[in-house]
């Protein structure tokens, strides 16, 4: 992903009088965005519309397989530089208290934040990654919660193993999941996330409760840098 890190800076001027169209999903919803915003967030639209592609001529992009509420999601950090997780309070919550009860006020927002960010992926658009991270871990310092089985394995499936995303959920599971809670999950879970679990319990094990929580570390542990040394600000 380093190839993403050529981008102008953040205040580069846009052209808003340059639309283009992109299609969302198998019936198409269409969305109308300003070309030299998305160019400059996205690697993808970038070469999608600099002349590479086909559908530079057209100034249209079809992403059949692209859910429409993450890519809604995606065009409202776009513009508001904003990740909205919790939109939808009446969804059913994938998450569980460590009672084992649904949180129904909350949306089901592991699976949200995962197909958001493998869009971020798949658009190569570092920014919205980081982004993404950032309100999930602002979200889970509410309460002490784990992400579903179904969250973890749709997460193992579509997102890189080696993600920041995969690293900050097997670090929320290390921190807040009991014994009898993963006894009862551990033939369920992939084999490379219970191997994730096992290598950070030893990392950690020397540290306080509290502070094996990702929630309580800089959130930059776990965004993407053009460099080691870069740090947030």
């Given at each position: 992903m380093?190839?993403?890190?050529?981008?102008?800076?953040?205040?580069?001027?846009?052209?808003?009088?340059?639309?283009?169209?992109?299609?969302?999903?198998?019936?198409?919803?269409?969305?109308?965005?300003?070309?030299?915003?998305?160019?400059?967030?996205?690697?993808?639209?970038?070469a999608a519309y600099s002349g590479v592609w086909k559908e530079s001529k057209e100034a249209t992009v079809r992403l059949p397989e692209t859910e429409t509420q993450s890519f809604t999601t995606y065009v409202g950090w776009l513009y508001t530089e904003r990740v909205d997780l919790l939109e939808e309070p009446e969804q059913k919550l994938p998450w569980t208290d460590k009672k084992g009860e649904t949180l129904p006020h909350r949306l089901p927002l592991t699976r949200r934040a995962i197909d958001c960010f493998a869009l971020g992926d798949m658009l190569q658009d570092v920014n919205f990654r980081n982004a993404v991270i950032t309100e999930l871990m602002c979200i889970c310092k509410m309460g002490d919660t784990i992400p579903s089985l179904r969250s973890i394995t749709c997460m193992w499936e579509v997102i890189p193993q080696n993600s920041k995303m995969v690293e900050l959920i097997a670090e929320y599971w290390a921190a807040e999941c009991s014994t009898k809670e993963f006894d009862a999950s551990v033939d369920m879970l992939p084999d490379g996330f219970v191997k994730m679990l096992a290598r950070v319990g030893i990392r950690d094990k020397h540290m306080a409760s509290d502070m094996r929580k990702p929630s309580m570390r800089e959130k930059w542990r776990y965004h993407e840098h053009a460099s080691e040394n870069e740090k947030c600000k």
């Open positions: 380093a190839a993403e890190n050529h981008r102008p800076a953040k205040r580069t001027k846009y052209d808003f009088t340059n639309d283009v169209t992109v299609l969302i999903g198998k019936d198409e919803k269409k969305f109308a965005l300003h070309k030299s915003l998305i160019c400059k967030s996205s690697i993808f639209f970038w």
